[in-house]
């Protein structure tokens, strides 16, 4: 059995769209029990799951800081959760495709999104990252993979490139002359 990201959410806890309303302390027994997260689907799981790293993420209830990076954190969350369930499926269907690919997507989104936010403000980066569990890796720079055919190509345009040179070297050396024979003319006219 493969342990979940869900399975510290307690299965007492009511489902997301019922916590708050008053009427669920007069409800009897087995309606709380059905409406809450025992009976509820990996769906409504995600939800509060995702609910939760969000109020992680959230330094205070009250928090006044710029909306752009409390949305980036929260954005941050929601994937993290996204990518967590995606993880777990996979451990289980090695073969899909398909949800391989959009977890490697969610993982390049919430990697360009904590870059920016590493960018623009460190203190929250590191916040996020700490509250979220994430492990955060710059992207890597892109190289090129050397070829036979590349290395030749590359030796003749350098060597196209040093005759150029030598070429344009004759034709500066002609004119520096000529400039200098006009200055010494234009001396001894002066003199």
């Known amino acids: ?10 299965p007492t806890m009511l489902k997301k769209d019922y916590a708050n309303l008053p009427i669920m302390n007069s409800v009897d027994d087995v309606v709380k029990r059905l409406l809450s997260l025992e009976m509820a689907s990996q769906r409504e799981k995600l939800k ?15 928090d006044n800081g710029s909306f752009e990076l409390l949305s980036l954190s929260f ?7 996204k990518i967590r369930t995606l993880e777990e499926h996979l451990q289980r269907h090695p073969k899909d495709k398909s949800n391989r690919r959009l977890m490697l997507m969610g993982l390049d989104r919430r990697r360009k999104m904590l870059g920016y936010l590493r960018r623009v403000n460190y203190s929250t980066f590191e916040n996020t990252c700490k509250e979220l569990g994430i492990q955060y890796s710059p ?17 003749l345009c350098i060597k196209v490139f040093q005759e150029k040179q030598k070429l344009q070297a004759a034709e500066r050396l002609k004119k520096r002359r000529e400039w200098q024979a006009r200055a010494r003319a234009a001396r001894e006219q002066q003199e």
């Open 1 to 10: 059995d493969i342990p979940s990201h869900l399975d510290d959410l307690p």
């Open 48 to 62: 509060v799951k995702t609910q939760q790293l969000v109020e992680k993420v959230r330094r205070s209830p009250h």
């Open 75 to 81: 954005a941050v969350a929601i994937l993290t959760a």
């Open 139 to 155: 992207p890597q720079p892109y190289t090129r993979r050397i070829t036979k055919r590349w290395m030749v190509k590359k030796a």
